[in-house]
């Protein structure tokens, strides 16, 4: 079973409007770290948002903001008044200690999202 | 100042040879690691090391070798390249590897074509 499900492979939006890119996951731990990333067409991997399993508040940067609900194990990427610069690839991650082992960094298969004027 | 730095960016070869991928951090982070990413964008772990130990080792064919020389530096050593083998190879580092706010850097890449 995959450990993180990003269900929307593509995603479309007015310039402006806001947007929810999907995230699901998977994992026994207490203990985990979830993280989204963007990628632009250019290629390099830029860190989002990062949100850990205890805190109890949303993570918040910026237009970026993390819809963390745990009993659903869902931690939703929302980005508010879309640009242009935000078409790009946006990976969501976990980073969980499966069977006690190293921390092991996983990620989704991504979703490809494209702010039209 | 580049954080995390790969050589070379882009490498185009022959089936049957063998290619190396240098990764080097300023960040002077503990845990560094090798992604692949496939045509379809997945990123995939092949391997980690903290502090020149290797601790996650992915099922990776064994004509990939990683080699550590100091926490720095994460070379990615491939022998008898296959076609399959033509992907980006990503470099990361983190501060550590708990499941705290560790955040990943990555590299830009490393394109290898593989003909």
Redesign the interface.
């Known amino acids: 079973a995959q450990k993180i499900t990003q269900t929307q492979p593509g995603m479309f939006v007015q310039e402006k409007e806001a947007v929810t890119l999907d995230c699901t996951y998977d994992t026994s731990?207490q203990?985990?770290?979830l993280?989204w990333?963007k990628?632009p067409s250019s290629?390099?991997?830029i860190?989002l948002i990062?949100q850990?399993?205890y805190d109890e508040q949303n993570a918040t940067e910026g237009r970026y903001s993390l819809n963390f609900q745990k009993a659903r194990k869902s931690a939703n990427l929302v980005i508010s008044a879309s640009q242009l610069g935000d078409s790009a690839?946006y990976?969501c991650?976990m980073?969980?200690?499966p069977s006690g082992g190293?921390?092991?960094?996983?990620?989704g298969?991504?979703t490809s999202l494209i702010v039209h004027p | 100042d580049t954080a995390v730095s790969q050589t070379p960016k882009y490498l185009v070869t022959q089936m049957g040879n063998d290619k190396s991928i240098k990764c080097e951090q300023n960040l002077g982070h503990d845990t560094m690691?090798w992604?692949k990413q496939d045509s379809?964008?997945?990123?995939?772990?092949m391997f980690?090391y903290?502090n020149k130990e290797l601790?996650?080792n992915e099922t990776v064919p064994n004509r990939f070798s990683p080699k550590s020389p100091d926490k720095a530096h994460l070379n990615l050593h491939i022998n008898s390249l296959e076609l399959g083998d033509s992907a980006?190879y990503?470099c990361?580092s983190?501060q550590g590897?708990?499941?705290?706010?560790?955040?990943?850097?990555?590299g830009?890449?490393s394109r290898l074509t593989v003909l």
């Open positions: 731990d203990s985990y770290g993280f990333y990628q290629g390099e991997m860190f990062y850990g399993s690839m990976f991650a980073r969980d200690q190293s921390y092991i960094p996983t990620f298969r991504g | 690691y992604y379809k964008k997945f990123l995939k772990i980690s903290n601790i996650i980006v990503f990361a983190s590897q708990g499941s705290g706010a560790n955040v990943l850097t990555f830009a890449g």
